[in-house]
């Protein structure tokens, strides 16, 4: 089945120590986004792809960094965690950025900082 | 910007009941879609909504894509315990833009 794969679902960092979050997808869509969801909260948009494009949502922390190395895979880069990053950190995915695009969700990376 | 209503915050409903949400914004949307999410997991879309007038169905549930663009209602027939979880509903505005979340109704079924 075609889906999004986010590993690993849990991790656990220390304050201050950098962390990576990945995702891969297997419906070959040209967008890619990540999203941090915290405890009974919407999910927020931190940034998307488009193909190889970025962008980045304004209010989105320079503590937050991306990459999309091939159409399959993007990867949440935190360089330096502080506790209020402790969320569960969401990748989807969609077609395109029309408006008929549905996105789809992978099932989240748990992240907790000590 | 444009937000998206949901309220309440919290249903409660027995077992093989009728369960209706809806979801409101004073911005018109150009596509809504209703999504459900178990503790720990992501959101899985339940169904997309494209036209204004738009009923459409998946299974137990019904959507519709209110007349004005500015609402959409998710209907969940004869409830079972394998409901229970957060109902988002998300809209967009037009192409490029990005998709906007409710806050959620969490539901919950007694058995």
């Known amino acids: 089945d075609a889906m999004v794969i986010q590993n690993p679902r849990y991790q656990v960092t220390q304050f201050g120590k950098p962390v990576t979050l990945s995702c891969s997808q297997t419906?070959?869509?040209?967008?890619m986004y990540w999203y941090q969801q915290k405890s009974s909260q919407a999910p927020k948009l931190l940034f998307h792809?488009?193909?190889?494009?970025?962008?980045n949502e304004a209010d989105t922390p320079d503590n937050f960094q991306s990459r999309r190395p091939n159409t399959s895979f993007c990867f949440l880069d935190i360089r330096s965690p502080g506790l209020g990053d402790a969320a569960m950190y969401l990748c989807?995915?969609?077609?395109?950025?029309?408006?008929?695009?549905?996105?789809?969700f992978g099932p989240g990376t748990r992240l907790t900082v000590t | 910007g444009q937000q998206l209503n949901q309220s309440p915050q919290s249903m409660f409903i027995q077992e093989g009941e009728d369960v209706s949400m809806n979801c409101t914004s004073s911005?018109?949307?150009?596509?809504w879609l209703w999504y459900k999410q178990d503790p720990g997991e992501g959101p899985v879309l339940l169904i997309a909504l494209y036209k204004a007038g738009e009923l459409t169905s998946n299974g137990r549930l019904t959507a519709q894509f209110g007349i004005t663009r500015k609402d959409s209602f998710l209907n969940i027939s004869a409830s079972i315990p394998s409901d229970v979880g957060i109902y988002f509903c998300?809209?967009?505005?037009?192409?490029?833009?990005?998709?906007?979340f409710g806050k959620g109704i969490t539901l919950s079924v007694r058995p």
């Open positions: 419906l070959n869509h040209n967008v």
């Open positions: 998300a809209g967009r505005t037009g192409a490029n833009s990005k998709l906007t």
């Open positions: 989807a995915t969609s077609r395109d950025l029309g408006s008929q695009a549905e996105q789809y």
């Open positions: 911005s018109i949307f150009n596509t």
């Open positions: 792809y488009y193909d190889k494009d970025f962008n």
